[in-house]
């Protein structure tokens, strides 16, 4: 990559840290005993479908999911654009796009398909795709290049272990005759990663390896980022509750005001009540009056 992509890079792709790895983060930030919990947990689960001790062995620079994309000066143009529709070539779909989207610098594979709930099936496919348009660097490591291209279906079992020099060419021939003679005499096709087992140019142990590479990232990976989530469900409380405040004080200034009114009322009442008493009063003393005289 060269340094001026890189600069662009700096200055037009957001580069925030992904959703797994603040989740490391996380796990790693907890005391020894509960990684070591968690560490057994996830080995026992791995040991069902993987070779523990070829798992180790592996380096996670080797991981697909851990290659980081990177545009080429023609696609950082387009990411320069904002995607701008009409400044983006027919070669391009919404979903090649949405992928741009998504690159940063340092996000790796496994986060671009996390952000968009793609398995790593699908985010090999599109990388590929856009590296052949030019829009994205071509793969400079080799053995992760023939990873991609064997997950994203461009190249077959038997290629993919012919570039990563597990089998010769010639061993490759052989394998593909003794397939043909095999589906000529029973008339069923024989899967390839077996014979190359019968024909003992492959054992067991790498064959369901390199199977299980394709076939187990088809599932997809889905970890939730729910930050912007619950600061939205914040927002809406904290609106509410403003609005509820707002209505509060209304409250309050109309019970001041009734308050008020009920004050003056009873006052009224009161002088109503002094004055029917003092007419009470006065009509008694007249009707004493008044009986007196006659």
Same mark, same amino acid.
């Given at each position: 990559?060269?340094?001026?992509?890189?600069?662009?890079?700096?200055?037009?792709?957001?580069?925030?840290?992904?959703?797994?790895?603040?989740?490391?983060?996380?796990?790693?930030?907890?005391?020894?005993? +509960?990684?070591?919990?968690?560490?057994?947990?996830?080995?026992?689960? $791995?040991?069902?479908?993987?070779?523990?001790?070829? $798992?180790?062995?592996?380096?996670? &620079?080797?991981?697909?999911?851990?290659? +980081?994309?990177?545009?080429?000066?023609?696609?950082?143009?387009? %990411?320069?654009?904002?995607?701008?529709?009409?400044? %983006?070539?027919?070669?391009? &779909?919404?979903?090649?796009?949405?992928?741009?989207?998504?690159?940063?610098?340092?996000?790796?594979?496994?986060? %671009?398909?996390?952000? &968009?709930?793609?398995?790593? +099936?699908?985010?090999?496919?599109?990388? @590929?795709?856009?590296?052949?348009?030019?829009?994205?660097?071509?793969?400079?490591?080799?053995? =992760?290049?023939?990873?991609?291209?064997?997950?994203?279906?461009?190249?077959?079992?038997? *290629?993919?272990?012919? #570039?990563?020099?597990?089998?010769?060419?010639?061993?490759?021939?052989?394998?593909?005759?003794?397939?043909?003679?095999?589906?000529?005499?029973?008339?069923?096709?024989?899967? %390839?990663?077996?014979?190359? +087992?019968?024909?003992?140019?492959?054992?067991?142990?790498?064959?369901?390896?390199?199977?299980?590479?394709?076939? #187990?990232?088809? *599932? @997809?990976?889905?970890?939730?980022?729910?930050?912007?989530?619950? /600061?939205?469900?914040?927002?809406? $409380?904290?609106?509410?509750? *403003?609005?509820? #405040?707002?209505?509060? *004080?209304?409250?309050?200034?109309?019970?001041?005001?009734?308050?008020?009114? $009920? =004050?003056?009322?009873? /006052?009224?009442?009161?002088?109503?009540?002094?004055?029917?008493?003092?007419?009470?009063?006065? /009509?008694?003393?007249?009707?004493?009056?008044?009986?007196?005289?006659?």
């Amino acid at each position: 990559m060269s340094q001026n992509v890189m600069i662009k890079m700096q200055t037009a792709v957001c580069s925030s840290s992904s959703v797994i790895d603040r989740l490391l983060n996380y796990v790693m930030a907890q005391p020894d005993w +509960v990684k070591t919990y968690i560490y057994h947990n996830l080995r026992n689960n $791995l040991k069902r479908n993987f070779d523990i001790e070829k $798992l180790d062995q592996n380096n996670e &620079n080797d991981l697909v999911q851990m290659y +980081v994309p990177t545009p080429s000066a023609t696609g950082m143009k387009i %990411i320069q654009r904002k995607f701008n529709r009409s400044a %983006i070539s027919f070669d391009l &779909n919404e979903i090649h796009i949405k992928f741009m989207k998504s690159v940063g610098i340092n996000k790796k594979l496994i986060d %671009i398909c996390n952000d &968009n709930k793609w398995s790593l +099936v699908d985010g090999c496919k599109l990388l @590929v795709e856009i590296i052949e348009r030019g829009y994205m660097e071509s793969i400079e490591n080799t053995a =992760i290049a023939n990873k991609i291209y064997y997950i994203a279906g461009r190249i077959r079992l038997g *290629e993919y272990l012919l #570039r990563m020099n597990k089998l010769s060419l010639e061993q490759i021939d052989r394998a593909l005759v003794t397939q043909r003679q095999i589906q000529n005499n029973i008339g069923e096709p024989t899967r %390839i990663g077996e014979l190359l +087992v019968n024909l003992g140019f492959i054992n067991d142990s790498d064959k369901d390896e390199i199977l299980q590479l394709k076939e #187990r990232s088809t *599932e @997809v990976c889905s970890i939730e980022d729910q930050t912007e989530s619950l /600061k939205k469900e914040i927002d809406k $409380l904290t609106s509410s509750l *403003e609005s509820l #405040r707002f209505e509060n *004080e209304g409250i309050k200034q109309d019970l001041m005001f009734y308050q008020d009114e $009920l =004050i003056e009322k009873s /006052k009224t009442i009161a002088n109503l009540e002094s004055t029917i008493q003092e007419k009470e009063t006065k /009509k008694n003393i007249f009707s004493r009056i008044f009986c007196f005289s006659q």
